[in-house]
């Protein structure tokens, strides 16, 4: 069974609005990591946020952790229309689990 | 440097039919993976490696075949098409902090 599980499925948005998509996992972690891909495209690595880290920032991105509650969250300020794409978390281990992912549209 | 490189990029089988699925990387990174990708099902891990001579099953390994003779390569092999493995391939590689992927191979089977 997939290790991440992110929500909304689905989110459509205005461009220059802020897109904010979560992911859950299952088990323990090291890190946590999060992807985006463009329609037809292989995933492009995004972000990484360390089991003993509760938030980090990277451009317009902005990654959580909550450990306790085994859950991350991503949010996209300022969103554009060239960030419409799917987003994934992924947690590590030999054995890398991808969720089913969020569909962002971002509508000009 | 090219990254990770996959062949061929689109492919139309039959069932019955054998094949394989090419990956190559040149960032000698240890570990590969392969996965496959269906609509509402996200990414799923088939085999990965952690090294060359090392293989090991992912969540959905029946059908395929993987061997990792040198570090660079990692090719993927359908024993025997079945429809239910129409599906996008992914061959990734890299770190337990980040993963490279390929451009995908969309495979069809009759």
């Known amino acids: 069974s997939q290790q991440g599980e992110e929500d909304p499925q689905a989110l459509s948005i205005q461009e220059g609005e802020n897109a904010t998509m979560n992911c859950s996992y299952k088990t323990s972690i090291n890190n946590l990591q999060w992807y985006r891909q463009n329609s037809g495209r292989g995933l492009v690595h995004l972000i990484l946020?360390?089991?003993?880290?509760r938030e980090k920032h990277s451009g317009r991105l902005r990654v959580t952790l909550d450990t306790s509650k085994k859950s991350s969250s991503l949010l996209i300020t300022a969103s554009r229309a060239a960030d419409t794409a799917s987003y994934f978390c992924a947690t590590d281990g030999n054995q890398f689990y991808f969720g089913t992912g969020t569909s962002l549209t971002v509508i000009p | 440097n090219a990254g990770v490189t996959q062949t061929p990029k689109f492919q139309v089988l039959k069932t019955g039919q054998s094949m394989t699925l090419q990956c190559a990387q040149d960032m000698n990174h240890e570990y590969m993976s392969w996965y496959r990708q269906d609509p509402g099902m996200g990414l799923r891990l088939i085999h990965y490696s952690v090294g060359a001579g090392i293989t090991d099953q992912g969540e959905v390994p029946n059908g395929y075949n993987v061997s990792r003779s040198t570090t660079e390569d990692f090719p993927l092999r359908l024993l025997s098409a079945a429809p239910s493995q129409t599906s996008v391939y992914f061959c990734a590689a890299g770190t337990v902090n980040e993963q490279f992927f390929g451009p995908g191979t969309r495979l069809t089977v009759l």
């Open positions: 946020i360390r089991s003993n880290e």
